[in-house]
């Protein structure tokens, strides 16, 4: 993805980001030592209010992105650089019009998280910046954020086109990139997801990738996608499994927080046709951080505690 404030055009949609190959003797992601900071295993919504700065702490997530101080402006409900055609929004935005349930975008069901997306009915469209498509975002921006360490999520993804889906980091102090791309997917393309790493080193957008092409359809079953972020390298794990090693980017070495979306069009994936089945669901079963006892925790950032990873 890109962000909003910083948005250019996906950098694989203009090229440059290069396919790498899998790391050499790619073995299970080591687990050993982990200590969690952070996860939601999703048995409630537990996300801010944009009404009430109140939430906006001790919540695990928020609904918009951080490109405006305004929560409903238009670069935090969407990222229109992007080309995308929805508005993220949530039970407190936009304000109910006859007949719709913008609520919906958000919703528990059995212990997991379902992002929903649906065209949006003509009468709500004039409230939501006019975009043709509500969907739904969570975001740790505020909440949580960490300097290395390993992020995953058991995630199930939507089919069809014009869906893209996403599980990324951004950087806590602003600004893009640094961005880690975790799992991106097009939903026209059920056998192909993509990893990515964007940074800016002497000035220059570059961006590190791989195309992983799967025996089977991804969006049949749940998936874990993880990356361990450490001071020298980046690795991508699908199902446990390495599947892209490069080296940490200069200028990622700060705490970043968590993105999981689903933006319906782009300019990379396109926009949904006649086969595009709504609503389309993207389900998060889970999101878990953790941390390498050799690495450095940002103070006061893990504020969501669990046990120890056996």
Sequence with gaps: MTTGRFALLLALAIGAASALTAPA???PLDRRGLVATFHDEFTTLNVADPRDRQTWRGRNWKTWYANSVDPYHVDN???????ESQAYTDAAWPERAPGTLPSDSLSVVDGV????AD???????????NLRFTSGMITSWGMFSQRYGVFEARLRLPKGRGLWPAFWTLNDSGGWPPEIDIMEFLGHDTRTTWAVAH?????????????????????????VFAVDWRPTTLTYYIDNEAILQVPTPRDMHSPMYIVLNLAVGGR??????????????????????WQRPSNTVRPGVAKKKAARRD
């Design 113 to 116: 998280l379902r992002i929903r």
């Design 25 to 27: 003797h790619a073995r």
């Design 268 to 289: 990379w994936g396109g926009q949904p046709d006649a086969a595009t089945v709504f609503p389309a669901n993207y389900e998060v079963d889970w999101v878990r951080v």
């Design 199 to 223: 940074s800016r080193v002497a000035g220059k957008h570059v961006s590190q990738s791989r195309e992983v092409t799967h025996p089977r359809d991804m969006t049949t079953e749940f998936h």
């Design 77 to 83: 409900r969407s990222l229109p650089n992007n080309g």
């Design 119 to 129: 065209p949006a009915p003509v009468d709500l469209r004039p409230q939501i910046h």
